[in-house]
């Protein structure tokens, strides 16, 4: 990415050039990732994601969300939530901001799968149009998963410290993956339907669901590749917009 266009450094003047298009806000979570991933995981990767897209097709990058709806990790250390309703406020704040600004649309991108109330903001959001996209959904990942031959579903098999996420980290930045996640397979098909009751807690002892074993950084390369090549499916649902 042109680093004039990272949050970090951009101006007012770069923001003028990208104005009445897309922009892009990554939604991550802070968050236990088992003992060998850091708990900003879901943020590294929803800001990945965001800077690979905005950098693919031409949109406007915007600074990440580090904190979000991550109760059911409760019980682990250092994990931090806010509510939901101030997750659909926030998101509906930003783009009502986004477009008093002069902006067309909004991608939000989610890193974190216990953001269930970003569906039902965006869909609010919508009602007069379409104008925000929400992403990746399950068919993005489920064909990143296939394009880059994981040996586990991001989901079920694979639901959270596994080979998806612990691929893109090695991948982005493997200085953070700590040594033991070669150790720390969990992998069980117990259906989970006591989630929302009892949290993560009730189905692993270290907040890993999956296969991290079966990680590594070329499956993270085609993993965001095939993310990135997805987006523009997702793009065309705002050929609408007003």
Not at 78 to 85: E, F, Y
Not at 126 to 135: A, E, K, Q, S, Y
Request: contains cysteine; negative net charge.
């Amino acid at each position: 990415m042109d680093p004039r266009f990272l949050f970090s450094g951009v101006t007012s003047d770069d923001a003028g050039v990208r104005r009445g298009g897309v922009a892009v806000l990554p939604v991550g979570s802070f968050e236990q990732h088992g003992p060998f991933l850091p708990l900003a995981t879901d943020t590294i990767v929803a800001t990945a994601i965001s800077d690979r897209i905005c950098h693919d097709h031409q949109l406007f990058p915007l600074p990440p969300m580090t904190i979000s709806c991550s109760h059911e990790h409760a019980g682990f250390p250092g994990t931090v939530s806010i509510s939901a309703v101030t997750l659909h406020s926030v998101i509906g704040d930003i783009w009502r901001s986004l477009a008093r600004d002069g902006w067309a649309g909004l991608v939000v991108v989610s890193g974190h799968g216990g953001n269930y109330v970003l569906s039902n903001a965006v869909q609010e959001l919508n009602v007069d149009g379409p104008r925000i996209v929400l992403f990746p959904t399950s068919l993005d990942v489920a064909a990143a998963c296939d394009d880059a031959a994981l040996s586990t579903r991001a989901g079920h098999t694979d639901m959270h410290g596994g080979e998806y996420e612990v691929s893109l980290l090695l991948h982005l930045h493997p200085e953070l993956v700590r040594p033991g996640y070669e150790e720390t397979d969990w992998e069980t098909e117990e259906w989970r339907g006591g989630l929302l009751t009892r949290g993560m807690r009730a189905y692993t002892p270290h907040g890993v669901i999956g296969r991290p074993s079966a990680a590594t950084a070329q499956k993270g390369e085609r993993i965001l590749a095939s993310l990135s090549a997805s987006l523009p499916q997702r793009l065309a649902d705002l050929a609408e917009t007003p």
